[in-house]
C-alpha cells in the first residue's frame, strides 16, 4: 500500500507554543499567522509546496 503525502501549511490566528507543537505533531509543513504579509505567504507557500518547511517568525 501507497501513501501519499500532501504538503500542508496552516494559517492561523493561534501565535502559542501549544498549537504549534500540535500543529507539529500532525505533521504540518509549515505555520503562519494570519496577519502574515503578502510576501510572507508567498514565501510559505513556496517553501511547503517544494518539499520544506516555513515557520512565522513571530512565533
Request: aromatic share 6%.
Amino acid at each position: 500500500e501507497q501513501q501519499l503525502t500532501i504538503p500542508v501549511l496552516m494559517l492561523t490566528m493561534h501565535a502559542g507554543l501549544k498549537p504549534l507543537r500540535t500543529a507539529l505533531s500532525y505533521g504540518v509543513g509549515g505555520y503562519v499567522l494570519k496577519n502574515a504579509t503578502q510576501d510572507v505567504l508567498v514565501e510559505a507557500i513556496t517553501q511547503v509546496a517544494g518539499g520544506g518547511n516555513y515557520f512565522h517568525q513571530p512565533i
